[in-house]
């Protein structure tokens, strides 16, 4: 499984944070973190399968649709 951000979409509002903390973070500007690792269309690691009950919350709490979880 993966996690797939559209950074384009993201606007940093940080409630994938809340649903998905283990995977989701903001850095010092209060910015996605992924940020630093992407400039347009992030692309996580493999993520067990003990992330994928946070990480679908993320995605539908996300308000820009930013978040999908691929397998
Ligand atoms: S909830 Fe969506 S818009 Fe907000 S930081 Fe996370 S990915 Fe970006």
């Known amino acids: 499984m993966h996690v797939v951000v559209d950074l384009n979409k993201c606007q940093d509002h940080g409630q994938c944070v809340f649903s998905a903390p283990s995977v989701f973070s903001l850095d010092a500007r209060g910015k996605l973190a992924f940020r630093a690792e992407a400039e347009a269309t992030y692309v996580s690691p493999?993520?067990?399968?003990?992330?994928?009950?946070?990480?679908?919350?993320?995605?539908?709490?996300?308000?820009?649709?930013?978040?999908?979880?691929e397998d």
């Open 46 to 69: 493999p993520l067990g399968d003990d992330h994928r009950d946070d990480v679908e919350e993320a995605a539908d709490v996300c308000p820009l649709q930013a978040i999908t979880v």
